[in-house]
């Protein structure tokens, strides 16, 4: 749930023109998508083979700048680079 409203309210804020709101309303939307961390690794930890959640955990890590926590899930899902 954390997720999906993470991703609707960067949805409203990428509609925002002023800069400074826009930020405000970014800002917003990452502190939701830092909430859904803890319960997709712990996802990922019941279903360590879980395609959706492993590409979910990819692009969160990415938004949230979890360099080595990217890294680790390229390797698993065999994106090495």
Do not use: C, W
Request: glycine share 2%.
């Amino acid at each position: 749930m954390h997720y999906n409203e993470a991703v609707r309210l960067f949805e409203i804020a990428n509609e925002i023109m002023d800069n400074v709101e826009y930020e405000k309303a970014r800002d917003a939307a990452i502190e939701v998508l830092k909430k859904s961390v803890p319960f997709l690794e712990q996802a990922h930890v019941i279903d360590p083979e879980h395609l959706d959640t492993m590409e979910t955990l990819r692009i969160l890590y990415y938004r949230l700048g979890m360099d080595d926590k990217l890294e680790e899930m390229n390797r698993k899902l065999g994106r090495e680079e």
